[in-house]
């Protein structure tokens, strides 16, 4: 799960995080009223969607203005920032082409920068713990950083055992150029982020960037977290920071029932049991020539109920030309997968292509149900049997 800029922050703050003064406005009444609490006389108004590169993103109403984080110099550019950002759609390259609308904004004090650092704190599964990822260029795309100049990247390790210790904090400073009080400022701050990291069960916290200021004090003047969505049962007070306004409707559909279900950019739906297995499909998918519109798993226990349940997801994306149900019925019975499917293409007006292969326990009776359904399903005898016919159907649909 996703959350806001200024959300994270507000959770950062709770654990002794230095950051900027600022808050949350929903008009440009609000970000005027918020902007005079605030020191000045710069402020720095920024858009609230969940995305990156919102200061290099631009305004599809206005391609050739300013990008989504704006510093300015009066309360009157404050007001007319907000006026122009609120309701608009921002375009990054995390958005695509439809962008995202702005419908909240992050005002914020002004900060004089003397250097941009990035930080982090993810989970590493090939060693199973917290990683911190650091470096010196902060303010940029950590994956070009690692492309381009991967020596100025700095890894480590903490060992779930024991925890963080402040000589970590210490010895990545000096990896980043830090001297002085910002030495133990950076491993203080390290600390907070990973007591955070480990009590609110988060999958990523990123500090992009992290500065240094004309003072020298060390300060988070950006934040990103993440929390693994297998852990939100514990914590209904982040539940509760959902924005279901930057989610596709199409996901949150799929949540309700227990369906593992991400929107692709291509034209063959895929319905399968399995994440490895929807991950296989989607491969073969586009070996033989096509690309997935989805990755949906439905799951080793799944019902009669949620397969329809995912049938109907898939066929309410308009870009969706033919549909592969792949299954592998070992704790799934290939009879509950053949009869959703049945009465989820009776339904909805099955008006695609249908491919389906079965597999597994109680093969021959899905088979059976699907066959004497009356509907146009076609039957794949193997998983590339079931590609190349999908495929080959969508295009003769052309």
């Known amino acids: 799960m996703n959350i806001h800029e200024y959300q994270s922050k507000s959770l950062l703050a709770k654990y002794g995080v230095p950051l900027l003064k600022g808050g949350v ?25 969940h995305a990156g590169g919102r200061g290099k993103g631009r305004f599809k109403n206005d391609p050739n203005g300013k990008g989504g984080v704006r510093v300015v110099k009066s309360l009157d550019e404050v007001g007319a920032s907000a006026t122009a950002m609120l309701g608009a759609d921002l375009v990054t390259k995390q958005t695509g082409p439809a962008g995202r609308t702005v419908k909240r904004l992050y005002v914020e ?25 650091a ?3 902060g303010g940029m795309d950590i994956e070009q950083v690692a492309a381009d100049q991967p020596e100025k990247i700095v890894k480590h390790a903490i060992d779930p055992v024991t925890g963080y210790q402040s000589f970590q904090g210490r010895k990545i400073a000096f990896a980043l150029g830090l001297s ?40 988070a003047l950006d934040a990103k977290m993440n929390f693994d969505d297998n852990a939100l049962y514990r914590h209904a007070e982040l539940e509760k920071l959902r924005d279901e306004d930057e989610e596709d409707p199409a996901e949150i559909e799929a949540g309700k029932y227990a369906l593992n279900y991400v929107k ?27 690309e997935p519109a989805n990755f949906l798993d439905v799951g080793g226990g799944a019902t009669k109920e949620r397969v329809t349940a995912a049938f109907k997801i898939i066929l309410k994306d308009p870009n969706v030309e033919g ?34 292969r079965l597999e597994g326990t109680n093969v021959e009776l899905g088979k059976k149900i699907l066959k004497e359904s009356g509907l146009k399903i076609v039957s794949a005898e193997n998983l590339a049997d079931a590609a190349e016919k999908i495929v080959k159907a969508v295009k003769e649909s052309d």
């Open 25 to 49: 406005a929903y008009t440009p009444a609000e970000a005027l009223d918020v902007a005079k609490a605030l020191p000045g006389p710069v402020f720095v108004v920024k858009s609230q969607i």
């Open 109 to 133: 004090a002004g900060c004089d920068i003397k250097r941009e650092l990035y930080l982090s704190l993810l989970v590493d599964r090939a060693s199973g713990r917290v990683a911190v990822i």
């Open 135 to 137: 470096s010196t260029e």
């Open 180 to 219: 002085g009080k910002q030495v133990g400022a950076f491993a203080s701050l390290l600390g907070a982020l990973y007591r955070a990291f480990a009590e609110l069960d988060c999958s990523l916290i990123e500090i992009n960037p992290l500065v240094v200021t004309g003072a020298g004090d060390v300060i």
């Open 264 to 290: 692709l950019d291509g034209a063959i739906g895929c319905m399968v049991n399995g994440a490895g297995l929807a991950m296989a499909t989607m491969d073969i998918i586009k070996l033989y020539g096509a």
């Open 323 to 356: 549909i592969l149900v792949n299954i592998f019925g070992g704790i799934m019975r290939c009879d509950v997968i053949a009869e959703g499917v049945v009465a989820a293409a009776r339904e909805v007006n099955l008006h695609v292509p249908l491919v389906v």
